[in-house]
């Protein structure tokens, strides 16, 4: 049996020993979460740029408890199904933890930038290494949810006709920030 096969099964005859179930709806609430990330992240750069700095931490903060959700949900949700469904596939077991693992590093990375600036604030004596720092997160978030949803997400889908509109297209968020 195949990877591909695997994931072209009817996700409601999922072996009932699983320990999370498919959802149907979990991939296009993750891109909403990633839309909404990115929105995030452009409200900083432009609260950064004019200096509003009370703003620009409110703001992080509100980044930090989305990025958190969303990260658990990920986590649970779908690097949990994923790592039960191909527990049976060597590499592509491998394949998926690696993909989980780089999240966590990932996670973790962003938190410490976020925890620093929650901590001394945005100043005018900070702002040129704050803005720095934050293009640098928003890149590697960007690269990342680039990766998730062209190559992670169409293993949770199923193949079938029952693909979701948004299969395999990119947000509309992201396409702006690929163009830049």
């Known amino acids: 049996m195949t ?6 099964r009817d996700p409601s005859a999922q072996d009932e020993r699983s320990p999370i179930s498919y959802d149907r709806d979990l991939i296009e609430l993750l891109r909403q979460d990633h839309r909404r990330l990115i929105r995030q992240l452009q409200d900083l750069q432009k609260l950064g740029a004019r200096h509003q700095f009370k703003d620009t931490l409110n703001r992080l903060n509100e980044f930090r408890s989305l990025l958190q959700t969303h990260l658990m949900t990920e986590n649970v949700r779908l690097y949990g199904y994923l790592a039960y469904a191909l527990e049976a596939y060597g590499d592509d077991a491998r394949h998926a933890a690696e993909f989980r693992r780089e999240m966590y590093g990932l996670g973790h990375n962003i ?16 702002i040129s290494q704050f803005r720095k720092e934050l293009a ?5 978030l960007v690269r990342r949810i680039r990766r998730e949803e062209n190559d992670l997400f169409p293993l949770y889908e199923p193949s079938s006709g029952t693909r979701t509109a948004h299969s395999g297209a990119r947000s509309p968020a992201l396409n702006e920030v690929f163009a830049r």
Do not use: Q
Not at 113 to 122: A, N, P, Q, R, S
Not at 136 to 140: D, L, N
């Open 136 to 140: 640098e997160v928003g890149a590697t």
């Open 3 to 8: 990877l591909l096969h695997l994931f072209r």
């Open 111 to 126: 938190m410490v930038f976020i925890k620093k600036y929650l901590e001394t604030g945005v100043t005018k004596d900070n």
